[in-house]
């Protein structure tokens, strides 16, 4: 096919496609679906081999949360039966990031619902980060408190934190129909905050809230240019409770073609499978490995994943290896430009308003793991109230905040 040739030689160079060329890939039909999935496994060889990092969530805050994004089940009047507790202690937060650690994770995220921190849950970050690198030194830390306000992303740097997460979420011109209480422009603002004080940003989207092609296009492109040096890939977990719990709207195919975009979009760059695997990629999930470089192990925040042990063999059957500790994720001219972002950060050379890398509350991915099949793309859901509760997605029991073992 002349697009997908097209595509991987781009890609293999290091190019972007055109905008066009992405919605095409969009538009693929299932009997190229494999043609897609080799071309942008080609890409994501030539710059990350066969690696796949490891990453894994732990929910320093879960719940309550102001503000009312409709995907989220900490949302403001969520009716979501999740876990709800408030901040972790650090050595609470430290044994929950071990766990991951333990199962091969390079990097620990610290997330809390909220609108954005306070002075005062900076400092609670900061205790974290301590333990957890007292404990472990190598590991990475990216952080996702929401909406940062001024210096709060220099401290949080300057306390060890590695990355900062703030998802888009949406294009910009949909962004008023998933929320109210702040605006995209609020999260390119912080994703800009943390770049600018050096932090590597970690900024991605949601597929399935039923987006068009061009919006999905649109904040792919978007993400592009804001520089993130990470993409985490989410699929809508429809939680029962929340106004879009009735959005069933992907399927495996579409999910592998959404990432495929992303891919050829983003050749150099993370792409992470993030919220939502486990539900819509179902048994095709090891398709997706060959275009992503990374997922989440184990448990997200508020829902649960696939045992960390079951990944850890899916990644290994696929032919896929862990990234190990002392592997560079990003490929070298990348990592150049990040290490020059922080060299002119600590100079002083680089503004809040530098171009950006790196969500309000809630912003790491609330995925989990579900049963029972999603309708097909683009078709609404017929299924009663009860069908769509049937344990379609099941709430995270264990793990931080909670007396029972992480699943890990």
Not at 275 to 288: D, I, W
Not at 325 to 332: I, Q, S
Request: net charge negative; hydrophobic share 40%; glycine share 12%.
């Amino acid at each position: 096919m002349d697009l997908l040739d097209t595509l991987t030689a781009k890609g293999l160079r290091g190019e972007v496609p055109t905008r066009e060329e992405a919605l095409a890939v969009l538009a693929t039909t299932d009997d190229e679906l494999l043609d897609v999935v080799a071309a942008a496994g080609k890409v994501r060889r030539r710059w990350f081999g066969r690696r796949v990092k490891l990453n894994y969530l732990v929910n320093l805050k879960s719940g309550l949360c102001p503000e009312d994004c409709s995907y989220c089940s900490q949302r403001l009047g969520s009716k979501a039966e999740i876990l709800k507790y408030t901040w972790l202690k650090p050595d609470q937060a430290a044994d929950a990031a071990r766990a991951g650690v333990a199962g091969g994770a390079k990097r620990v995220c610290l997330v809390a619902s909220g609108r954005g921190p306070t002075d005062r849950d900076i400092d609670r970050v900061t205790d974290t980060m301590a333990a957890i690198k007292d404990a472990d030194p190598e590991v990475e830390i990216c952080v996702c408190l929401g909406l940062l306000s001024d210096n709060q992303a220099e401290r949080l740097k300057a306390a060890g934190a590695d990355a900062y997460n703030h998802n888009l979420n949406t294009s910009e011109g949909t962004y008023g129909t998933i929320t109210k209480t702040h605006t995209y422009a609020d999260r390119v603002d912080t994703v800009q905050k943390a770049h600018g004080a050096g932090l590597s940003a970690c900024s991605g989207l949601i597929a399935g809230m039923g987006e068009s092609d061009e919006d999905l296009v649109d904040v792919v492109f978007a993400l592009r240019e804001l520089g993130s040096d990470s993409v985490p890939v989410n699929f809508l977990i429809p939680f029962e409770g929340t106004p879009l719990a009735k959005e069933w709207n992907l399927t495996p195919q579409r999910c592998l073609r959404i990432l495929a975009m992303v891919r050829f979009v983003n050749p150099d760059t993370e792409v992470r499978i993030a919220g939502g695997r486990e539900v819509h990629l179902r048994s095709m999930q090891p398709l997706g490995l060959h275009i992503a470089n990374s997922i989440f192990l184990g448990d997200y925040l508020t829902s649960e994943g696939q045992a960390g042990q079951t990944d850890l063999d899916m990644i290994k059957d696929a032919g896929f290896e862990v990234e190990g500790a002392g592997e560079a994720t990003l490929p070298r001219h990348r990592a150049d430009v990040a290490e020059a972002a922080q060299a002119g950060h600590a100079s002083g050379g680089c503004g809040s308003a530098a171009s950006a890398c790196g969500s309000g509350g809630g912003c790491g991915p609330c995925g989990g793991h579900a049963h029972g099949p999603a309708a097909p793309a683009g078709e609404a859901s017929e299924a009663s109230d009860d069908e769509l509760r049937g344990d379609l997605v099941k709430v995270r029991r264990r793990g931080a905040g909670t007396e029972l073992a992480p699943n890990a």
